[in-house]
């Protein structure tokens, strides 16, 4: 038996041994969004879309599902989606793309997203950025992702996403959890990944940290974000972006709802559906 360590290229790889977990998540939401109605359009809001992976055989479930999405929203660039929050402009169904770790696979999302005129904002972190070997991707993955072996973007690839329309933004160097990690190594997770990216990219304006739970951060890392100068930080906590509730003259907390691409477009809609109903605007621990 071979011991050599490969790539994953296809979501059906990436979901191998958790087979069990998928059935019964599976069943518990397809009999959840059989009674969903269509995502409702009556609430104006922002609702931002994260991404880790877009595999081989997800590219045409993505590209089905922005088909349906652009329905009934407009698509607008990170930027302007924080610019809409904190000037409280939020005057209609908008959603907003973003990835998270930096994969090569990103590239086939984007080429997905140039057929539907969107510009994304991608978190990535220096020092994944050009593992091109399976062997140490492997390394990585285990050890920070709790992966299989994925191949990462290189800056060239990041420089293509720029001129592409995309934006870049930091998820740390190392992809650690930064409530573990001392004054020292917080600053340097935090404020000096904003200028190791920016030697190759340019001005960043945007923060997403690891995990992404309201636990997994905390206030010194908080005053850490408004230090660099980065004018947004994200969470992985899903919910939306409503009018009126938000102090606009902080730097905004984002909630964002993940995406997987392989899963059946009514599971992702349930959720959209869910969170902007009973998720609307929560309050962070930690402002």
Same mark, same amino acid.
């Given at each position: 038996?071979?011991?050599?360590? /490969? ?28 009674? *969903? ?21 997800? =590219? ?10 652009? =329905? ?19 005057? +209609?169904?908008?959603?907003? %793309? ?6 090569? /696979? ?24 050009? =593992? ?18 994925? !191949?990462?973007?290189? %800056? !060239?690839?990041?420089? !293509?996403? &720029? *001129? $592409? ?16 990690? /001392?004054?020292? &190594?917080?600053? $340097? ?12 990219? +340019? ?8 995990? +992404?739970? %309201? ?5 010194? @890392? ?6 660099? @100068? ?31 691409? +392989? ?11 869910? /969170?902007?109903?009973?998720?609307? *605007? =929560?309050?962070?621990? %930690?402002?």
């Amino acid at each position: 038996m071979s011991n050599k360590v /490969n790539f994953i290229e296809e979501y059906r790889e990436f979901t191998k041994g958790r087979v069990l977990r998928g059935i019964i998540r599976h069943g518990a939401l397809d009999a959840l969004s059989a009674f *969903n109605p269509i995502i409702s359009t009556k609430t104006n809001r922002i609702q931002f879309l994260y991404f880790h992976h877009v595999f081989l055989d997800e =590219i045409e479930n993505l590209e089905k599902l922005l088909k349906r999405l652009s =329905i009934h929203h407009q698509f607008i660039p990170y930027s302007e989606a924080i610019h809409r929050i904190q000037t409280n402009q939020i005057d +209609g169904n908008y959603i907003t %793309w973003s990835s998270d770790d930096g994969f090569k /696979n990103n590239l086939a999302a984007a080429q997905v997203f140039r057929r539907f005129n969107i510009s994304a904002c991608f978190f990535v972190n220096p020092s994944s950025i050009g =593992i091109n070997n399976p062997a140490d991707s492997k390394k990585f993955c285990r050890a920070r992702l709790n992966l299989p072996p994925v !191949e990462f973007l290189n %800056w !060239e690839d990041v420089n !293509e996403l &720029q *001129n $592409e329309g995309h934006e870049i933004g930091s998820h740390t160097i190392n992809h650690l959890r930064l409530t573990e990690l /001392n004054n020292f &190594q917080l600053h $340097e997770e935090v404020v000096t990944s904003k200028s190791l990216i920016e030697k190759h990219c +340019g001005e960043i304006q945007h923060f997403a940290y690891p995990y +992404g739970r %309201w636990s997994d951060f905390n206030q010194r @890392g908080m005053s850490l974000v408004r230090e660099a @100068g980065y004018k947004s930080c994200a969470t992985a906590e899903r919910g939306c972006h409503t009018a009126g509730t938000r102090d606009m003259t902080a730097i905004p907390i984002i909630q964002r709802d993940l995406v997987i691409a +392989g899963w059946p477009k009514r599971h992702i809609e349930f959720f959209m559906h869910t /969170n902007m109903l009973y998720k609307k *605007n =929560i309050a962070s621990p %930690w402002k």
